[in-house]
């Protein structure tokens, strides 16, 4: 009963889980055939290997309507057509015609993207990536290859059940790894092994020269041409959509060798899963207050990379209290030295600090109290309840609006005191509103911030403001409440996390129009810095030399310089 019990409390935030911006990105594949062996489930193969040519789908198509929107309803498009690719000869076809014509294109991975990048009135094609879905090992490479449609299901069943290994990737399986990986992407074993990009290896990328002419190249971490190696390293955080579109992406660990189960991390094989739910009515303001700065500090004094504190993950589910509850999500390798004793003592500081008090009861070695249920789990067996706790990220029919932020410390009290007030407010937003706070830091710290785009490499978490509902007619009460409550939290620095000591600027697969509006931020910091900070300048070069003529666009694409 208790599962279940905690199981509906979360039910009430759709969660900030779905991580990825699933804008197709700017890369895409070289032409040159390339021996592939293996793959996880046969009909992944099947799809991708049709000899048959892509699909183009037109208005008239039965089709359209299930093809001209993402996960989020307020975004939709009218495109003359949506072209589904099979190979990437087809994309760049694609790319071509679009560029003759003089036609807006856009592409679409899973659909997660939270803003209208993908999907809006300018798109006149877009290139739908789903059936490009396959996950193999290409020996030519020595890398797994995995086609830029498949989402993270398809690639943690394929190398999990055919290799033993898995990426750390985001929790909501099924994103696309489009945006997902093009954005840095990160999830619940990233604290353990870093980001999903610190295992790419190289991406195939449709790219079009100041000509006007698209072709296929592939840039690799080792690619011995300057020019590819920075096309490279632009793939790795910079975001989707600005530079070209991905059509595969190779995986490999940096410096691993030896048979394809060696070349990625191993999968745990069991984990730990902890759900916790907390009643709003035994909350507190001051327990409210103590939980949100436990949860920071421990992150912050247990961020040690290769440590089983150093391995914890958790999201904490700070949810509106119309939804009736608050909650947070922990995983852990069951495997770890010490790991039930490291787990233990977390969930009983988040009781603690709430003051609330009960019995414990032993699960597999973990203490469990009236609040939190343990279960230990097959770790893809895991992955899959996990992704699936919160129906509403998996609802493709839900309106939604997100604000995100790096912290690289425990949320101040001044912050703390102004996300009470609003998760308390009476102005009734959506039961699916609030702030999901997950941790980063552990492995992802090992990597230097100009390695890869991704800047923020010392935050200890992420914050992300969300509210999802149904009617159109709630727009207005949905977004105005995450308006205003990201604004009153970060108000000390124009409304938004400027990079300092404490906060460290915003999650590019968490974009938020709003930012590059002096409406809602008010500080000195453009949108791009509070996204990538230091880099964006290079992003800025590798934008002049792939994409001149700036085909692939969106409201938060990379500028040219």
């Known amino acids: ?46 799809r991708a290997a049709d000899a048959s040519a892509g699909v183009a789908v037109t208005p008239a198509d039965a089709r359209y309507p299930d093809l001209i929107s993402g996960n989020n309803q307020r975004w939709t498009s009218s495109p003359d057509k949506v072209v589904l690719p099979r190979s990437t000869a ?9 560029v003759t014509a003089g036609k807006r294109l856009s592409v679409c991975g899973g659909g997660h993207c939270f803003e209208d990048f993908v999907f809006n ?18 020996t030519s490479m020595n890398a797994f290859k995995v086609g830029a449609g498949a989402t993270l299901l398809d690639v943690y069943e394929a190398l999990y059940e055919g290799w033993g290994v898995t990426i750390p990737g985001g929790i909501c399986h099924s994103v696309g790894v489009g945006g997902h990986v093009t954005g840095g992407g990160y999830g619940n074993l990233s604290r353990q092994y870093g980001l999903t990009v610190d295992h790419l290896h190289a991406v195939e990328v449709v790219v079009v020269d100041a000509a006007g002419t698209a072709r296929a190249v592939v840039a690799a971490r080792d690619s011995s041409d300057a020019a590819l190696r920075d096309l490279f390293w632009a793939h790795t955080g910079g975001g989707g959509g600005s530079f070209g579109v991905v059509t595969a992406f190779w995986f490999r660990t940096p410096g691993s060798t030896g048979e394809p189960g060696a070349l990625l991390p191993k999968a745990p094989s069991k984990i730990f899963l902890t759900l916790a739910g907390w009643p709003w009515e035994k909350v ?32 904490l589910m700070l949810n509106h209290r119309d939804s009736g509850s608050m909650g947070a999500v922990v995983q852990l390798d069951g495997s ?70 790096h912290l690289r410390a425990r949320t101040p009290q001044r912050q703390i005191d102004a996300m009470y007030a609003h998760l308390t407010s009476t102005d009734g937003p959506s039961t699916m509103t609030g702030i999901v706070l997950s941790a980063s830091g552990g492995r992802i710290s090992s990597v230097s911030s100009t390695a890869t785009a991704v800047a923020q490499r010392d935050a200890i978490m992420k914050a992300n403001f969300e509210s999802r509902w149904y009617d159109k007619a709630d727009d207005a ?31 590019i697969n968490y974009p938020d129009g709003d930012l590059s509006d002096p409406a809602f931020n008010t500080s000195s910091v453009p949108w791009h810095d509070l996204y990538w900070k230091q880099n964006y300048a290079r992003l800025q070069q590798v934008k002049a030399a792939w994409d001149p003529g700036d085909v692939f666009r969106h409201r938060q694409s990379i500028r040219l310089p």
């Open 1 to 46: 009963m208790m599962g279940e019990l905690k199981r509906r409390r979360f039910v009430g935030l759709g969660s900030g889980i779905a991580f990825t911006a699933a804008t197709g990105g700017g890369l895409a594949t070289a032409p040159a055939a390339r021996a592939a062996v293996g793959t996880g489930r046969a009909h992944k193969t099947a």
């Open 90 to 98: 087809e994309v760049v076809a694609a790319v071509q015609e679009a």
């Open 121 to 138: 009135a300018d798109i006149q094609i877009n290139i739908n990536m789903g059936l490009l879905n396959a996950v193999t090992f290409d």
């Open 284 to 315: 507190t303001e001051d327990g409210f207050g103590r939980l949100v700065d436990y949860w920071g500090t421990w992150f912050e004094e247990h961020n040690t990379p290769g440590t089983t504190a150093g391995s914890l993950y958790s999201w």
């Open 336 to 405: 770890l030295p010490d790991a039930p004793s490291v787990l233990s003592d977390f969930l009983a500081g988040l009781d603690q600090a709430l003051g609330l008090h009960s019995a414990t009861v032993r699960h597999d070695g973990v203490l469990d109290s009236q609040y939190t249920s343990t279960r230990l789990l097959p770790w893809l067996r895991g992955t899959k309840y996990i992704g699936a706790i919160s129906p509403t990220q998996l609802d493709p029919t839900t309106r939604g609006c997100h604000k995100s932020a």
């Open 477 to 507: 009460k949905n977004v105005g409440w995450i308006r205003e409550a990201f604004g009153a939290v970060y108000g000390d620095t124009g409304g938004v996390p400027v990079p300092g000591d404490v906060t460290d600027g915003c999650y």
